[in-house]
């Protein structure tokens, strides 16, 4: 089974500011990490994804994404905000099997929102 | 092309009616999930189809939950006798077995469901 804690539920931040999203996992197994972001109003849309390879992996919107194995964290990162950032964060989790596929179900943080004001 | 897409967007009923929930993955994509989004919380997992089978539903929180997928495509949710805790955001995804996008899941905007 997996868990995903996401350590601050509410991120005001000023525009054109880093930012820095947390979150930490736990698994019996070795996982793949996502982080969704969700817009008012709309669906869940994938930022990045880690599989596997390099550490740090870069998605959408200049976001990017470190994954220590370590400290089971899979921290987001952005290092100048805008407005339009403004959003709910979500870090999810999928368990891998033992041919290297997901075993389909995500868990997901509950959730950080992030307000970038001007 | 067409993302998934679920219908209907809103849905208010009464407590103990049955209610159907309908999800159009991406096409071509041969598994569907389903997921429960309560105010406040991050979505949580239901039921995980592959082609036709439900592989996972181990996340069904009790038998007043079921799901069906019975051509491999479209699937629907059913909720019989409906309680106020039942309401929430019902989200679907799909995701497709090609290589290099085999772990990542699109997401459909989510049925809001409301029970009075």
């Known amino acids: 089974a997996q868990s995903v804690t996401q350590l601050d539920s509410q991120v005001p931040v000023f525009e054109e500011a880093p930012v820095e999203l947390r979150c930490n996992y736990s698994?019996?197994?070795?996982?793949?990490l996502f982080w969704y972001v969700q817009y008012p109003n709309q669906g869940l849309q994938l930022l990045l994804k880690?599989?596997?390879?390099?550490?740090l992996v870069k998605g959408i919107n200049g976001f990017e994404a470190e994954f220590n194995k370590s400290q089971t964290s899979f921290h987001l990162r952005k290092p100048s905000v805008h407005i339009s950032d403004t959003a709910e964060y979500f870090c999810a989790v999928s368990g891998m099997s033992a041919g290297g596929t997901s075993y389909g179900k995500l868990t997901f943080g509950q959730g950080t929102i992030l307000t970038v004001h001007p | 092309g067409a993302g998934v897409s679920q219908t209907p967007s809103n849905k208010v009923t009464e407590k103990g009616k049955y209610v159907e929930l309908r999800c159009d993955p991406i096409s071509g994509h041969t598994a569907l999930y389903w997921y429960r989004q309560s105010l406040g919380q991050g979505p949580e997992f239901l039921i995980y189809f592959q082609g036709t089978g439900a592989a996972d539903d181990s996340g069904l929180p009790n038998d007043r939950f079921f799901a069906v997928r019975p051509e491999g495509s479209v699937s629907t949710l059913k909720i019989q006798r409906t309680e106020r805790g039942d309401s929430a955001v019902y989200l679907c995804?799909?995701?497709?077995?090609?290589?290099?996008?085999?772990?990542?899941?699109?997401f459909g905007p989510g049925t809001r469901l409301t029970v009075l």
């Open positions: 995804a799909s995701s497709s077995l090609a290589s290099g996008r085999r772990n990542e899941q699109f």
């Open positions: 698994s019996s197994v070795s996982v793949y």
């Open positions: 880690y599989l596997s390879g390099s550490t």
